[in-house]
Each structure stands twice: as C-alpha cells, then as structure tokens.
C-alpha cells in the first residue's frame, strides 16, 4: 500500500531514507520538516510526531545512518579479522574494497557524515551525536589500514577527505587506481622507502590528472575583486551552498546582474571564490610561524583553505562541471606539499618523501583539519597528537 495513505504509520526508517536522499542530493540545507513531508506524501506534524524539531530531525536521521555504518563496520571489520590481513598490502587491498562500497554502494551514509563535519566546521558549538560516529569511525578505519586504533585521527582524516573526492571522481579509472596506490602508501606508512616504484607510477598518475584548469590571474578590476572576495567569505563561513549570484552581489554591495555580467553561470562564481580562498592563504603563507614547541600554527588562512578544498570535492559530486577543479586542487595540494614541511609538524621526515608522499600526507592533513574543526579541538595538539600515534606505528612497525 502507497505510504502516503497511511500517514499515520509512517516509519522512522522511511522518514530516515528520505531525509538520506534530500541530503545526497541537495546538502544539509535541503533537510526541513516541509520538504521532508512532502516528499512523504504527508503533513508536517506527522514528521514532527515522529522525529521532533528540526534540530532533533537532525539528530536522529545521525545516529540511524550511524548504525548502518556501524553494520557496514562490522562486516568489513569481520573480513579482515577472517582473513588474518597483517601485512599493509593486505590491509590496503581490503580498505580499498570497504571505502569503494562506502562512497557508491553506502555513499548516503558518508554524505552525511562529510556534510556533518562540514557543518560544525562553520559552527561555535559541537554535536555530541557527531562526534560518537567520528569515534567509532575512526576506530574502524585505523584498525582496517594500519591494525592499530591509536591512529584513529589520522585515518578518519584521510578516509574523509579521499571520500569527498572519490564520491564525484571515483568512476574514473585514473582516480581510482590512483586512489588505490596512495591508499597502499598510507597504510605503509607515508614515508616507506622501498617504494620508490609505486611512488613513480603515483607521479605518472597525478600527471594524468593534470586538468585543464587556467591558473586565476589576479584581478584587477575592482569591483571584480570586491565580488570573488565576497564570494570567498561566503565559502569559509556558511559553505559552498551559500554562494548564489544573489548572495554575494549582497555582501558586494552590487546589483545581482554585475555578478552575473562578471561571471555568468554559479560554478564560475564557486571558482572563483575559490580561487580568492587559496590566493589568500599564499599571500600569508610567509608570515605563518611554527611555536617554539615545533607544532603547527592555529592560522585562519590555513583553516579556510581547508574548509574550501573539502567543500568543493563534495560540491563536486552534485556539479559535474566543478569536478576538474576539485581534482587540480588535490593535485597541488600534494604538489605543495615538501620534505622540509615535515619537520615543523612533528614527525619524521623518513626515507621515500616523493610526489606521492606529498599526495598521501596532504590527504589526511586536510581530512584531519575539518575534523578537528568539527571536534572543535586546537590545531596544535590535534596534529601532534595524531603525528605523533604515527611515527609510534612506524618505529614499532619496523623495529
């Protein structure tokens, strides 16, 4: 029988899969009571019935899709334990398997929790239900990779970033086999020496990847600039969503056509937005400090080009037409990243620093910044903490 029909005994699980899609397709934004109901073919009160305010919504569709992660955990899980997958290159082979089914076969789930993470980035406050699946997350995952749960932090970073460029770029096989190959390079530790082979084929694949993305001039027409930084604002304080033509032509102080005239369709604008974030961060770059503890600085650039490279991969998934630009900004994040920043961060440089270190590292440096913007935890001692969990491993593993 239609579910519409019997409003009344409408289940939570049909309200939870719905709210799943709403989000998969349009954001967190698009989850309210109204739109949720009327996908449902019923009234708001029945779903207010059923899950409460939208705050409580939100809450509850967390921690059912948490369960199902936790199912999705435990039969991933149960294979390694089966298998007896010690060594990283069996650890790696049955991550890549389990992160595969969760950015297709389970991607509402990792929609969510990306999007989750996304929001209490631009939040003062935290969610408690949040920060439970980010535990078991991360517990699942540094198990799986590395056998060790002490590195948590580290692989949930990873696997969080890696997932919101994989949700929009995973079909292509160049992506994906040069996610298959970091992956292996991660649960070996970043820095293996020995590697060297697999590090080149890495290099061939990033250069593969080169899109054909025209490097932003700096602008020189004022208004030009007053609209790109708006849109920039926009970006690192409410999401990628935020930026309309109409949005930023408000925070420009220009009418909504000169934002159109200057820019024309909305992903330009995105790009643009962008492009002013990391334009930004590189005019800064210089004047950032490491403390006299060696650990890296709590700077506001840094954080907005994190929160800009993180929301553009998932924004990617919804617009095909950002996806090259999501990828050309993995690739340089890697690109940038050298064997003298290591240092300052608290860990090892290690034989082996190549490309494809510089790839692997700025992965789970980045993931790890937005959860620890989530979690609402300093820079410092987040970085250290998990850097630190790391060249234990490391030490331990090759002792």
């Known amino acids: 029988m239609n579910r519409s029909t019997l409003p009344l005994g409408i289940s939570v699980d049909a309200i939870v899969d719905q709210a799943l899609d709403l989000i998969a397709s349009g954001g967190l934004a698009e989850l309210t ?73 389970e991607r509402r789930q990792a929609i969510l929790l990306i999007e989750l993470v996304h929001d209490r980035a631009l939040r003062p406050d935290r969610l408690p239900v949040l920060e439970d699946w980010l535990d078991d997350a991360g517990r699942f995952w540094a198990e799986l990779i590395f056998g060790d749960a002490a590195l948590a932090e580290l692989a949930l970073g990873y696997v969080l970033d890696e997932a919101g460029f994989s949700l929009g770029a995973g079909d292509d096989p160049k992506y994906a086999l040069l996610r298959s190959l970091c992956l292996q390079r991660f649960a070996s530790g970043i820095f293996p020496g020995a590697d060297a082979d697999k590090g080149a084929v890495i290099a061939s694949l990033i250069s593969r990847l080169d899109a054909a993305v025209t490097p932003a001039a700096e602008e020189e027409d004022a208004k030009r600039q007053r609209i790109t930084s708006s849109a920039a604002d926009l970006i690192v304080s409410q999401g990628i969503e935020s930026v309309t033509h109409r949005s930023v032509a408000l925070a420009a102080g220009v009418p909504a056509s000169t934002v159109v005239y200057h820019f024309g369709a909305r992903p330009a604008l995105v790009v643009a937005g962008l492009h002013a974030v990391i334009a930004r961060f590189h005019s800064r770059r ?43 900004m993995r690739r340089r994040r890697g690109e940038n990243w050298r064997a003298s920043d290591m240092a300052p961060m608290g860990i090892g440089i290690g034989a082996g620093f190549d490309r494809a270190a510089g790839q692997v590292l700025s992965i789970a440096a980045f993931g790890m910044g937005m959860i620890g913007m989530a979690r609402k935890t300093a820079d410092r001692a987040h970085f250290a903490h998990a850097l630190a969990a790391l060249e234990t491993w490391r030490t331990r593993s090759t002792g």
């Open 33 to 105: 009571l109204r739109p949720l109901a009327t996908s449902l073919g019923v009234s708001v009160p029945v779903i207010s019935a059923r899950m409460g305010s939208k705050e409580q919504l939100v809450e509850g569709v967390t921690q059912a899709a948490h369960a199902r992660d936790l199912v999705f955990f435990g039969k991933w899980g149960a294979l390694a334990s089966d298998v007896g997958a010690r060594d990283s290159a069996s650890r790696a082979a049955i991550a890549e398997l389990a992160l595969h089914e969760w950015v297709t076969r």
């Open 286 to 328: 210089s004047d950032i400090r490491i403390d006299h503890n060696g650990a890296p600085p709590n700077d506001t650039s840094i954080q907005d080009l994190v929160k800009a490279t993180s929301m553009i991969a998932l924004a990617s998934a919804r617009e095909p037409s950002l996806l090259p630009y999501a990828i050309d």
